[in-house]
């Protein structure tokens, strides 16, 4: 400078500039450096419910396909709920006239062929009952028309139902058996047992008594 000291300056950076000139890293090993805190918490996915092919049918009114499906060998022979369910759900929505009619051939003997299996079964009987009986009602008139083997399955149904009724039969007279036993087992009289205090002691043996205790006096008191 004009005075004779020396001015030092230094020039400044350009930030901007040394951001360009950085190396772009691929997406693929963004992160792979990071350590992160090991979380004592995991949320795991929840699996989605599929819904079966006879919900959807149902769903959209198939009323016919929706059975159809839960009448197939690996449902009928793993979960037979599955189709009492099915029934069920059809007599409730007022369907099951709908879904059972216009049937021949394997169809109607799958169907018959169900009822004369699970029929029998405590927790199915009362709606397989209701089942058979429409079935009747929809067919009945018209047996000739059908194949030979639904009209076969047909007389293996009715000879399951006498078999069945044969069966309550001989129940609910076991059942009025018991309960006649039962109510005679109540009305038996046990006749008094006589007090010991009523009977009189002997002369032979008021002679030689050392004690005598009068229990009718000490009921009294």
């Known amino acids: 400078m004009s005075n004779g000291m020396i001015s030092i ?3 400044e950076k350009d930030i901007k500039k040394k951001l360009l000139n950085q190396k772009k890293l691929s997406y ?9 805190i090991d979380f004592d918490m995991y949320v795991h996915e929840v699996p989605k419910e599929v819904m ?10 198939q009323y016919s396909k929706a059975l159809d499906y839960v009448l197939m060998n690996y449902i009928v022979k793993k979960s037979p709920h599955t189709t009492v369910a099915l029934f069920q759900e059809l007599i409730r929505r007022q369907g099951i006239i709908q879904a059972l009619a216009g049937r021949n051939g394997k169809s109607l003997v ?25 079935i009747m009602d929809i067919y ?15 007389e293996h149904l009715a000879q399951k139902l006498k078999e069945e009724q044969a069966l309550i039969l ?27 205090y009523n009977f009189a002691p002997s002369i032979t043996a008021q002679k030689h008594i050392i004690l005598n205790i009068n229990y009718k006096k000490i009921q009294k008191v």
Do not use: W
Not at 28 to 36: E, K, P
Not at 52 to 61: N, P, Q, Y
Not at 110 to 134: K, P
Not at 182 to 189: F, G, R
């Open 9 to 11: 300056r230094q020039r």
């Open 28 to 36: 693929r090993y963004t992160g792979a450096s990071l350590h992160c």
């Open 52 to 61: 079966g092919k006879h919900d959807t049918c149902l769903r959209k009114f």
């Open 110 to 134: 799958h169907i018959l062929r169900f009822i004369i299996r699970q029929i029998g079964n405590i927790r199915f009987g009362r709606v397989l009952l209701h089942i058979a009986n429409t």
């Open 140 to 154: 009945g008139d018209r047996l000739d028309e059908l194949n030979l083997e639904s009209q076969v399955m047909f």
């Open 170 to 196: 001989s129940l609910i007279e076991l059942q009025g058996s018991l309960e006649m036993m039962l109510s005679a087992a109540e009305t038996i009289i046990i006749p008094e047992v006589k007090h010991l």
